[in-house]
C-alpha cells in the first residue's frame, strides 16, 4: 500500500490550497478514504471522509470550507480547502482503506507511520 500526497504550502489566512494524493497497493475504487491532520501538541484527527459510494462527512470545524472528491479511474482522492485559518495548520495525511463500519475521528498514537509521509500546510500572516 502507497499513498503520496502532494499539494501543501505556506499561505495567508482566507487562502485557498488543494491537497492531491495518488494511491497504489489496494482496490481504490471500493475502499472508504478520508483525510487526518495532525498539529503540533494535538491529536490525529479526522477532517474529511468519502465512502467508496461518494458519500462525504466532514467536523464542523471544517464544514462548508473543504470538499473532498475522488477519481477512480485515477486512484487519486483530493482535498479543496478554503477560507483557511491558523488553525488549518497542521501535516496532512490522506488515508485509507478506512474501515467504512468504524469512523474514527480522533486517532490513538497519532497520524505519523500509519499512511504516507503527509504534506504540511501552514497558514499565519
Known amino acids: 500500500v502507497e499513498l503520496v500526497e502532494s499539494g501543501g504550502g505556506s499561505l495567508e489566512p482566507g487562502g485557498s490550497l488543494t491537497l492531491s494524493c495518488t494511491v497504489s497497493?489496494?482496490?481504490?475504487?471500493?475502499?472508504?478514504m478520508g483525510w487526518y491532520r495532525q498539529a503540533p501538541g494535538n491529536a490525529c484527527e479526522l477532517v474529511s471522509r468519502i465512502t467508496r459510494g461518494g458519500y462525504t462527512w466532514y467536523p464542523d470545524s471544517v464544514k462548508g470550507r473543504f470538499i473532498i472528491s475522488r477519481d477512480n479511474n485515477q486512484n487519486a482522492l483530493s482535498l479543496r480547502m478554503s477560507d483557511l485559518k491558523p488553525d488549518d495548520s497542521a501535516v496532512y495525511y490522506c488515508?485509507?482503506?478506512?474501515?467504512?463500519?468504524?469512523?474514527?475521528?480522533?486517532?490513538?498514537?497519532?497520524?505519523?507511520?500509519?499512511w504516507g509521509q503527509g504534506t504540511q500546510v501552514t497558514v499565519s500572516s
Open positions: 497497493g489496494f482496490i481504490f475504487e471500493a475502499a472508504d
Open positions: 488515508a485509507g482503506p478506512l474501515d467504512p463500519n468504524a469512523v474514527q475521528v480522533r486517532l490513538k498514537n497519532g497520524c505519523q507511520g500509519r
